[in-house]
């Protein structure tokens, strides 16, 4: 098989390409708007070119490529939004990469957007998708899969639909297969996501790290709004109080025991809980991880000519963003399998 073209659309901080560096693969160009985003890419592939803003594209200044790959707007279809959908202009986004797909007829796709986006509207709007993709020309499949099936403990449900020009060779991708042929969807991983506190809000609900890590997300409300709250162990130092018997301070604030009630939520490093355990929010450097990421993928962007710090709220927004690499490196994988590059 030669060496696979693709271009990336949405590209946000690179996460499909980072998940198709194990195959013989070249970029001829990706869009990004998001400044931050757009700097922690260039710092890491410093060499494609960035078509900006969707809307913009200029198609016949694209290389020839075999592969389009993208990570449409999901927001105008998530629960955590408003749900307006193709009301809303970041839902009318999809319709740019019907444009690119009409013009370049690359000989597949592969998209990837929340899982409601199938039950957005009844069921309407990815009607509406499905349609407009056929009618361009492409055989269309699709499957939900989640994150914590390919090797990060991340709850992360998201659907992924792969498309195949009518008249090419290549067989079908979907659903993925283990070796024992049973789904992979079908949850490899046993755990679960641990709740220790239910507040009704997951920006401050509570969670067990031996358990599952919650979606990320790259905006959101409450203290733990982009990663979840998490009651991690913390060493803490014993001291004596006067009549009170020996006690437990932490970060300068005491700790109540089991008998007590917890002190109430209102900061997200300080908070004492039960028995040496404090709550926290998840580090970018975890993030990278349940991601598929390296370790300091979005430390640094580049910034023009100057090589830049990147702040950790930038860090969560873009990694809250990403696509997980593992699932995009586990489908390619198989559509190289299935011989959808194939002459």
Avoid at 108 to 125: I, P, R, W
Avoid at 202 to 219: C, E, F, M, R, S
Avoid at 227 to 237: C, R, S
Wanted: with cysteine; aromatic share 10%; net charge positive.
């Amino acid at each position: 098989m030669s060496e696979i073209r693709y271009f990336s659309m949405f590209s946000g901080i690179g996460g499909f390409e980072h998940g198709i560096e194990g195959i013989k693969a070249e970029c001829v160009g990706f869009s990004e708007i998001d400044k931050y985003a757009v700097a922690i890419y260039k710092n890491h592939y410093p060499t494609h070119k960035n078509y900006g803003d969707a809307k913009k594209i200029v198609t016949e200044e694209i290389p020839p490529f075999e592969l389009l790959v993208g990570g449409f707007p999901c927001q105008a279809f998530s629960v955590a939004g408003k749900q307006r959908g193709f009301c809303d202009t970041r839902g009318t986004l999809f319709f740019e990469i019907a444009r690119v797909l009409t013009d370049k007829r690359p000989r597949n796709f592969l998209l990837e957007n929340v899982k409601g986006l199938l039950s957005h509207d009844k069921g309407k709007t990815f009607q509406t998708i499905l349609e407009i993709l056929s009618d361009i020309g492409y055989r269309v499949e699709w499957q939900v899969l989640n994150s914590k099936d390919f090797g990060v403990p991340q709850n992360r449900e998201r659907i992924f639909i792969i498309g195949h020009l009518r008249g090419t060779g290549g067989g079908t991708v979907f659903p993925l297969q283990r070796s024992d042929e049973s789904n992979i969807g079908e949850s490899r991983s046993k755990r679960k996501i641990e709740k220790i506190v239910n507040t009704g809000h997951d920006g401050t609900n509570i969670y067990d790290p031996n358990g599952l890590a919650v979606t990320q997300k790259a905006l959101g409300g409450g203290q733990g709004a982009k990663t979840g709250l998490y009651a991690v162990p913390k060493q803490a130092i014993p001291v004596l109080c006067a009549n009170k018997g020996p006690v437990v301070r932490q970060d300068g604030r005491r700790l109540k025991t089991n008998d007590e009630p917890s002190f109430t939520l209102n900061t997200i490093d300080r908070q004492g809980l039960y028995d040496g355990y404090r709550i926290r929010r998840l580090t970018p450097t975890e993030c990278e991880r349940l991601q598929g990421f390296p370790d300091g993928w979005t430390t640094h962007g580049q910034f023009g000519f100057s090589l830049k710090e990147i702040s950790d709220s930038q860090r969560y927004k873009t990694l809250g963003n990403a696509v997980t690499t593992n699932v995009i490196g586990a489908i390619v994988t198989e559509m190289v399998k299935a011989g959808c590059f194939e002459d």
